[in-house]
């Protein structure tokens, strides 16, 4: 595939997950893709993937404006860390309040923010939020922080892209649902320890609330964040694109 050939791609978060997923095929179509996380120890057995690898903690605003700023051209802007906190309002602390803010949301507010400059000299580019359904979209019991925060991810993209929608940057968000991921199967564990269930009745609980009966693959929301980030998508901008086998339906 060559449909991003000549593009300069940044992804966070992308040692596992949907990270990995999206920087392996933003390389696989044509990209030059410098894949970040807090760990590079995880990009070792991926080393022939194409992709350039670099440490960054996105909870260090001097690292992303150093990463970023050392680049003479960005063409994409993947914005992957997160952290999903269970409970409910009244379980919720202060503490878990500003983690989930700051990694979450505060963290692609500092990457946006030290992008940005390059995209504008370019008179183009793309930039994918990986929010969740699981947010304004849609309220889902004992999410209570992490909903709050992936909320916040769908606001700043639908203002970051009315601001810059003249200047060729185009801003958009992906919302999954329940995506099969080493954080999702730490959950399920996480979640048979709390109930006393075992590990394939937890799973069989989130699987239940999947219309389409499955939860979704991380090549999945790939394919999607490939499109978004080709000239394909061109006219699209300030959008929550969902992909949840139907849970929003």
């Not at 807090?38 to 996105?58: H, K, N």
């Not at 504008?120 to 929010?131: E, K, L, M, V, W």
Request: net charge neutral; glycine share 8%.
């Amino acid at each position: 595939m060559s449909r991003l050939v000549g593009k300069v791609a940044l992804v966070t978060a992308a040692g596992q997950g949907i990270g990995r997923a999206i920087a392996v095929g933003l390389a696989a179509a044509g990209a030059e893709v410098i894949a970040t996380d807090r760990s590079v120890d995880l990009f070792a057995d991926i080393a022939d993937a194409g992709l350039q690898t670099r440490r960054l903690d996105v909870l260090d605003r001097a690292a992303i404006a150093e990463l970023i700023g050392s680049m003479p051209r960005l063409d994409v802007l993947v914005n992957c860390a997160g952290f999903v906190h269970h409970g409910d309002v009244l379980t919720a602390t202060d503490d878990e309040w500003s983690f989930a803010f700051d990694l979450n949301a505060r963290s692609m507010f500092w990457t946006m923010q030290a992008a940005i400059p390059t995209m504008r000299r370019q008179q183009r580019g793309s930039i994918i939020n990986i929010a969740s359904v699981a947010s304004s979209l849609k309220g889902v019991p004992n999410r209570f922080l992490y909903s709050a925060s992936k909320a916040a991810i769908i606001g700043m993209t639908k203002s970051v892209a009315a601001d810059f929608v003249t200047e060729g940057i185009r801003v958009n968000a992906i919302c999954p649902g329940t995506v099969d991921s080493p954080s999702w199967r730490q959950r399920v564990l996480d979640a048979a320890a709390a109930t006393g269930s075992t590990a394939d009745e937890a799973r069989a609980a989130f699987v239940a609330r999947q219309p389409m009966g499955r939860v979704g693959t991380p090549q999945e929301i790939a394919n999607l964040a490939v499109y978004l980030a080709s000239d394909e998508s061109s006219f699209t901008t300030g959008q929550a694109h969902v992909i949840d086998g139907g849970w929003n339906m």
